[in-house]
Antibody, heavy 122, light 107 residues
Framework: QVQLVESGGGVVQPGRSLRLSCAASGFTFSAFGMHWVRQAPGKGLEWVAIIWSDGSKRFYTDSVKGRFTISRDNSKNTVYLQVNSVRAEDTAVYHC???????????????WGQGTTVAVSS | DIQMTQSPSSLSASVGDRVTITCQASQDIINYVNWYQQKPGKAPKLLISAATHLETGVPSRFSGSGSGTDFSFTITSLQPEDVATYFCQQYDDLPLTFGPGTKVDIK
């Protein structure tokens, strides 16, 4: 079955870095755009980043531009989120999600992972 | 950015009741709206795509309607397993944005 499994979260000090991973299975990973979406404790969902199926395009929400980098390895069926210079407000559960095409852009989030928790604390 | 306003923020209803949640977009998004169900500690589950399309395997008591800026999501007969938070989301443009969620529980 289609599955996304995130890993790499943990407790991290402000200003430090970590890399989140999302392993995909059950579908042709290289055919789909991939997203990261986060949810702060007690808050709603916030879209973070997207990468096109071939890695040719990447976009970010304003609050993470210059600090976060989304990437993928289609040979390993994995998408990554490099999180640098973490701030307290980055504390959240980070979900990866598959993006299916709508008007030729992979914006429709149809399958999500359960998420990995990032807690920023000194 | 496209803002998604969702109401109510929470509701309590009896088993068998009809429940409706509304979502309003800050601009015309045609029909590019999804509705998700999220239970605590779980991934969001896509129930309705393109405003009205019921995803495969989703019970028919769930439905969606609307276009342009005004959308609604209905559970025709609330069941105990429907206790969850429901979110709308627009995918007309980046950044993708979500409604703040509606927490549904049983009275």
């Amino acid at each position: 079955q289609v599955q996304l499994v995130e890993s790499g979260g943990g407790v991290v000090q402000p200003g430090r870095s970590l890399r989140l991973s999302c392993a995909a299975s059950g579908f042709t990973f290289s055919a789909f755009g991939m997203h990261w979406v986060r949810q702060a404790p007690g808050k709603g969902l916030e879209w973070v980043a997207i990468i096109w199926s071939d890695g040719s395009k990447r976009f970010y929400t304003d609050s993470v531009k210059g600090r976060f980098t989304i990437s993928r390895d289609n040979s390993k069926n994995t998408v990554y989120l490099q999180v640098n210079s973490v701030r307290a407000e980055d504390t959240a559960v980070y979900h990866c999600a598959r993006g299916t095409l709508v008007r030729a852009v992979p914006y429709n989030l149809d399958v999500w992972g359960q998420g990995t928790t990032v807690a920023v604390s000194s | 950015d496209i803002q998604m306003t969702q109401s109510p923020s929470s509701l309590s209803a009896s088993v068998g009741d009809r429940v409706t949640i509304t979502c309003q977009a800050s601009q015309d998004i045609i029909n590019y709206v999804n509705w998700y169900q999220q239970k605590p500690g779980k991934a969001p589950k896509l129930l309705i795509s393109a405003a009205t399309h019921l995803e495969t395997g989703v019970p028919s008591r769930f439905s969606g309607s609307g276009s342009g800026t005004d959308f609604s999501f209905t559970i025709t007969s609330l069941q105990p397993e429907d206790v969850a938070t429901y979110f709308c989301q627009q995918y007309d443009d980046l950044p993708l944005t979500f409604g703040p969620g509606t927490k549904v529980d049983i009275k």
